[in-house]
């Protein structure tokens, strides 16, 4: 991609991450199943996640609040 392209793409990355179209949404388990931190999630189990809090965890990111542009480069 062209340099401005990608800073763009970077940049509209960031700010999907800071401010993501749905806030919240929630999904069903169709099966049983565990998370990656050992909770049990079973079946028909409703389940709310939000980007828009797991894009500010300082566990994750860095500095969560700032716009870090970041392009890959091949």
């Known amino acids: 991609l062209a340099p ?3 800073c763009r793409l970077a940049g509209l990355c960031q700010v999907l991450r800071l401010y993501p179209s749905a806030p919240i949404f ?3 388990a169709v099966e ?3 998370l990656p931190d050992g909770t049990k999630v ?3 189990t409703s389940v709310l996640m939000s980007p828009f ?7 994750i ?7 870090v542009l970041i392009t890959h480069s091949s």
């Open 53 to 59: 809090i797991m894009a500010r965890l300082p566990e």
């Open 42 to 44: 079973y079946a028909n």
């Open 26 to 28: 929630m999904r069903e």
């Open 32 to 34: 049983d199943d565990t």
């Open 61 to 67: 990111w860095e500095d969560p609040l700032k716009c």
């Open 4 to 6: 401005r392209l990608t």
